[in-house]
């Protein structure tokens, strides 16, 4: 199992301000991803990178940004928060390709966004 | 576009019971489907399936693929309240660097 771990868990900010979601993994995964999830709805993938320097938008529209400029580390930048940033944010990273389990998205706790 | 469909949406059962969970799947170059367990924060591994007919046995879970008819279950018997969670399947292709989630299923187990 994949060691991946997000700070901080509970963030609660007010309109306008710039945060960062950070994202770390201890297992050398060159895939890493990020997902938004509003309670009870499905995850939306917004972000993701297959290695350093690597990133690329996911299927829902995100005004965040990344940057991988390490590959243990995948951080997530909102540069003005809005209330309708409010939401769950999961990080996930994958094994390189050729191995067993290259398939499999490991998540980390997630970090729980409120902006009001 | 990939798609990966969950049925029920939501399914309500006694401690004890058995229970199947549903995954259709439309993934282009598919090469393994996933199910994973989501209780109050982040998704948990569960199973990948990359061969049709051969089930996976954890503990009281198991899943099985049909990559001719597009889908697999997942099975979970002796319910107890500690299954109680939502329960997502994911399809990737064969580059393996994408997911697509299905809505999910939401067990509750009562005691």
């Known amino acids: 199992e994949a060691d991946i771990y997000q700070t901080p868990r509970y963030l609660v900010i007010g309109t306008g301000k710039k945060i960062t979601l950070e994202c770390s993994q201890t297992m050398g995964h060159d895939k890493m991803y990020w997902y938004q999830q509003d309670p009870g709805m499905e995850l939306h993938l917004i972000h993701y990178?297959?290695?350093?320097?690597?990133?690329e938008k996911g299927d829902l529209s995100s005004e965040s940004t990344v940057s991988r400029i390490r590959t243990e580390h995948f951080p997530l930048t909102l540069e003005s928060a809005r209330p309708s940033h409010t939401s769950q944010y999961l990080c996930?990273?994958?094994?390189?390709?050729?191995?067993?389990?290259?398939?499999?998205?490991?998540f980390g706790p997630g970090t729980r966004l409120t902006v009001l | 576009e990939d798609k990966v469909v969950q049925s029920p949406l939501s399914l309500v059962v006694h401690e004890g019971d058995t229970v199947t969970l549903n995954c259709s799947y439309e993934?282009?170059?598919?090469?393994?489907l996933l199910w994973y367990k989501q209780e109050k924060k982040a998704p948990t591994f569960l199973f990948m399936l990359t061969s049709s007919g051969i089930e996976k046995k954890s503990g009281r879970l198991s899943s099985i693929l049909d990559k001719k008819e597009l889908f697999s279950i997942l099975n979970i018997t002796a319910t107890q309240t500690g299954d109680s969670a939502i329960y997502l399947c994911?399809?990737?292709?064969?580059?393996?660097?994408?997911?697509?989630f299905g809505g999910g299923t939401r067990l509750m187990v009562k005691p």
């Open positions: 994911a399809g990737s292709n064969n580059a393996g660097n994408m997911l697509t």
């Open positions: 990178s297959y290695g350093v320097n690597s990133t």
């Open positions: 993934v282009t170059n598919f090469r393994s």
């Open positions: 996930a990273s994958s094994p390189p390709a050729g191995g067993p389990r290259t398939d499999t998205q490991y």
